[in-house]
């Protein structure tokens, strides 16, 4: 079993940045994608990025792409999520994801992902 655990969250106000970051077990970390979701009151869960398992393949939402930054660390078996120019609706509970995959395709479905952290609250005043 993979277990992410996810932390950086907390309260920001507009404009600010946040470092989110996950760790996963070290002796499987480098076989499986990870991703960033998220999830706010009374909406839907969402991809945010997703990164493969090297590195060399990034994928972002549209509302994300230009502030939010991906990047993975696989000799720390660590993943990040830079969020800069942050605003209210980036305010949700931030999940980390893993899957396997032997391809470079970055999956954007929840159902997708096999392996989830227990999220991390991310608040953006006004």
């Known amino acids: 079993q993979v277990q992410p655990v996810e932390s950086g969250g907390g309260l920001v106000e507009t404009g600010g940045s946040l470092r989110l970051s996950c760790r996963v077990p070290?002796?499987?970390?480098?076989?499986?994608?990870m991703a960033w979701f998220r999830q706010a009151p009374g909406k839907e869960r969402e991809f945010v990025a997703g990164?493969?398992?090297?590195?060399?393949?990034?994928d972002y939402a549209e509302s994300v792409k230009g502030r939010f930054t991906i990047s993975r660390d696989n000799a720390e078996n660590m993943v990040y999520l830079q969020m800069d120019s942050l605003e209210p609706k980036d305010t949700a509970i931030y999940y980390c994801?893993?899957?396997?995959?032997?391809?470079?395709?970055?999956?954007?479905?929840?159902?997708?992902?096999?392996?989830w952290g227990p999220g991390t609250q991310v608040t953006v005043s006004s």
């Open positions: 070290g002796f499987t970390f480098s076989a499986h994608h």
């Open positions: 994801a893993a899957r396997e995959s032997l391809t470079l395709v970055i999956a954007t479905r929840p159902d997708d992902y096999d392996y």
């Open positions: 990164i493969s398992r090297a590195g060399s393949e990034r």
